[in-house]
């Protein structure tokens, strides 16, 4: 039974592996969904916008990893 716990945590590693990473893509995609609602804006627009929001959201995860795994 020790196998199947082993493989559920790497099943959920796939999907989660920097907690951090997912809670700012959900908040982002909610605040998205929030500001697209109220804002009339056209479709490019809120693509871009989605488009540049995760954007910055990978690249503060890919800072914050280098950092944290920067060689001494």
Known sequence: ???IETM???LYGL???DAGFAIAILIWL???RL???SH???AWAGALALFA???AVLCES???FARSHQRR
């Open 40 to 42: 009339a804006m056209p």
């Open 8 to 10: 559920g945590r790497e």
């Open 62 to 64: 890919v800072l914050r």
């Open 35 to 37: 500001l697209s609602r």
């Open 53 to 55: 929001g995760l954007a």
């Open 15 to 17: 999907f989660v592996d």
């Open 1 to 3: 039974m020790n196998w």
């Open 30 to 32: 909610g605040v998205f």
